[in-house]
């Protein structure tokens, strides 16, 4: 079966001064994908999604997001996108459902829809009756949920997810990822970082980066056959840990990740 292409990068390189952050990686990501972009501190995932995301130019190479070109249309792209970080992204000073319309209004949908789609998420996230409390009085685990609700509340082909789970209990990450997993049945594809390797076994494809480099690409069931390896976590610990070559404390300085 042939699968839509919705994110398309060849060669992609990203130089700051003399150090290369992203070294030639290429890769797919198709319509509805849970993909997985896995690495250790410093190997350059941070640096790989700011460009896919339309922050950051890439030195040279293609890199097309959504049908929109990086270097050329990266406001485009972000309007044809979601993203979600770990670092709460939602304004703690508006209520729920404040938030909720304020980012509609960015998103560029008009008043009706956002009426509408408003009062069903609050439905969805059974926050009706919270409403018109402050986010702040929220407890992190749901804060999550509903950042992500709002990455995706504007219906858009990719919604990026760096870290989204880190912090909170084991309960709240399993259903977070059934929120994932309905987002995805959608057929928005879900582009995910996660320093937890049991939810790199929740997605279809994983890749896992070092140095810079992709250094490997594939499922989950097929990368622990390929490195007779029991789960994910033991593949990564052994293709990414031993090449790495530089400490978190110079990635932390050059503001890689």
């Not at 190479?61 to 993203?83: H, L, S, T």
């Not at 059934?178 to 582009?191: C, P």
């Not at 994910?232 to 400490?247: H, L, Q, T």
Request: charged content about 30%.
């Amino acid at each position: 079966m042939n699968r839509k292409t919705v994110i398309r990068v060849r060669d992609l390189v990203k130089k700051f001064g003399s150090f290369v952050a992203n070294d030639r990686l290429s890769f797919d990501v198709y319509e509805g994908e849970i993909f997985g972009f896995l690495g250790a501190n410093g190997a350059g995932k941070t640096t790989a999604i700011r460009i896919l995301t339309g922050l950051l130019e890439p030195t040279s190479g293609e890199v097309m997001v959504a049908g929109f070109d990086a270097c050329r249309q990266p406001e485009e792209i972000k309007r044809n996108i979601g993203y979600m970080c770990q670092k709460f992204s939602l304004y703690e000073d508006l209520t729920i459902r404040e938030n909720i319309m304020l980012y509609g209004g960015i998103y560029g949908l008009d008043r009706k829809t956002i009426k509408e789609r408003t009062e069903r998420l609050l439905d969805k996230l059974r926050f009706r009756e919270y409403g018109d409390r402050l986010i702040s009085a929220l407890p992190l685990g749901l804060k999550q949920k509903l950042a992500f609700s709002v990455a995706v509340f504007h219906e858009p082909r990719i919604v990026f997810l760096d870290e989204p789970t880190g912090g909170v209990d084991p309960l709240t990450r399993r259903q977070f990822w059934e929120m994932i997993y309905e987002t995805a049945s959608a057929g928005i594809t879900v582009f995910v970082t996660t320093h937890y390797m049991d939810e790199a076994e929740y997605c279809d494809r994983i890749s896992i980066m070092s140095d810079g480099r992709i250094v490997a690409l594939d499922t989950p069931s097929e990368l622990k056959r390929k490195y007779d390896a029991g789960s994910v976590e033991d593949v990564f610990v052994k293709i990414a840990r031993p090449g790495m070559k530089y400490s978190q404390e110079t990635a932390d300085i050059n503001g890689l990740g």
